[in-house]
Antibody
Framework: QVTLRESGPALVKPTQTLTLTCTFS??????????VSWIRQPPGKALEWLAR???????YYSTSLRTRLTISKDTSKNQVVLTMTNMDPVDTATYYC???????????WGQGTLVTVSS | DIQMTQSPSSLSASVGDRVTITCRAS??????LNWYQQKPGKAPKVLIF???SLQSGVPSRFSGSGSGTDFTLTISSLQPEDFAIYYC?????????FGQGTKVEIK
């Protein structure tokens, strides 16, 4: 059974760095073809793809956010970490981690974690 | 980046209606197109991948078609549990962008 769970602070201050952890089970990121992505959704708005890390450690980032994002993995712990620097109130959103399989399909999603950026 | 544009942004329909949602890519993406359904307060769920392949467990009233730049998601007979927001997403090249969503509401 595949599960993913996001964890991290619910509230961050402007200019701070956000660190989110995705802890997953039911698959291994050392398996060829497996990937984990982060996607966010501001309240009442559309989904926005942020970043992806692949089994071979290839990394991909949103064009508009690439200077602020870093994605990494700890295969032994079944975790993927996303950091986003210089947080702003417009970054307030629910952040999801997802498993990605060939065809770049997000077939399993975490429940999401709401991050509010406010002083 | 490849831009994904959905239409309409919202629609009202009745149970039993046939519903069609369209998604247009800013460049050709072959058949690299996925569809997701999101209900309030829940994470999205994949319905269709590779433009027309039904994800396991998804009812057969959902279908997808298209290739190149134009795609459609069709619900053949709308059910009460289908009222939700639907998103398309291109899986052709990074960054793997989403459409802005189509909200299906009860008439």
């Amino acid at each position: 059974q595949v599960t993913l769970r996001e964890s991290g602070p619910a509230l961050v201050k402007p200019t701070q760095t956000l660190t989110l952890t995705c802890t997953f089970s039911g698959f291994s990121l050392s398996t060829s073809g497996m990937c984990v992505s982060w996607i966010r959704q501001p309240p009442g708005k559309a989904l926005e793809w942020l970043a992806r890390i692949d089994w071979d450690d290839d990394k991909y980032y949103s064009t508009s956010l690439r200077t602020r994002l870093t994605i990494s993995k700890d295969t032994s712990k079944n975790q993927v970490v996303l950091t986003m620097t210089n947080m702003d109130p417009v970054d307030t959103a629910t952040y999801y981690c997802t498993r990605v399989v060939p065809a770049a399909m997000h077939d399993y999603w975490g429940q999401g974690t709401l991050v509010t950026v406010s002083s | 980046d490849i831009q994904m544009t959905q239409s309409p942004s919202s629609l009202s329909a009745s149970v039993g209606d046939r519903v069609t949602i369209t998604c247009r890519a800013s460049q050709s993406i072959s058949k690299y197109l996925n569809w997701y359904q999101q209900k309030p307060g829940k994470a999205p769920k994949v319905l269709i991948f590779a433009a027309s392949s039904l994800q396991s467990g998804v009812p057969s009233r959902f279908s997808g078609s298209g290739s190149g730049t134009d795609f459609t998601l069709t619900i053949s007979s709308l059910q009460p549990e289908d009222f939700a927001i639907y998103y398309c997403q291109q899986s052709f090249s990074p960054p793997w962008t989403f459409g802005q969503g189509t909200k299906v509401e009860i008439k």
